[in-house]
Each structure stands twice: as C-alpha cells, then as structure tokens.
C-alpha cells in the first residue's frame, strides 16, 4: 500500500505541474476571455462544418447514382480537414478554459 500511495502522490505533483506550467506559458498570450471573445471561433468552427456538410450534399446532388470524381473527393477531403482542424482548435481551447489555464471574465 505505502508504494501505491507513494505512486499516487507522485501523480498528483505531476498533474499539478502540468496545470501550472500550462497556465504559465498559455495565460499571458491570450486575454482574458468572454463569450464575446469566443464568439468568431465558434462561428468560424459553425462555418466550416456548414462548407464541408454542403459540399457532401452538393456532391450528392450532382452525383446522382454515381460516385464523386477524385478532384471532388479532394476537395471534400480538404473542406473536412479545415472542419477537423478548428473542431480541434476549439475543443483544445474549451479544455485549457476548463483546466484554468486560461482567465476568463465572468
């Protein structure tokens, strides 16, 4: 039991100097937050799923029974890489607001 503890302890340190180090290097380069401040990175994000879900039904449309070509086939692949790109910008941002990495006003 004392090394399980003594383990957990461990962790618990790590975690916290993860958390520090992440609010130190991440806090001074953005300012405090607001809704408002979030707003054109949820609506860039809102904008760039719309594009790609378009393309899809377009696609669709346009395909009728056949399949895509491989130049429209890019271009949804480029569209859903933007899309999974901020998606992923924008959850790595809820995660630091989550973990305090960032200020945010209230």
Do not use: W
């Amino acid at each position: 039991m004392p090394f399980e503890t003594e383990n957990n302890r461990l962790l618990l340190e790590i975690d916290k100097e993860i958390r520090e180090l992440n609010r130190d290097t991440i806090n001074p380069r953005i300012p405090n937050l607001n809704v408002k401040d979030l707003k054109p990175v949820m609506c860039m994000v809102a904008r760039s799923r719309a594009d790609y879900l378009q393309e899809l039904f377009d696609l669709a449309s346009v395909c009728g029974d056949g399949l895509p070509s491989p130049d429209q086939i890019r271009h949804l692949r480029t569209l859903r890489s933007t899309y999974d790109e901020l998606v992923n910008g924008a959850q790595a941002l809820n995660t630091a607001i989550e973990r305090g990495y960032l200020d945010v006003e209230r």
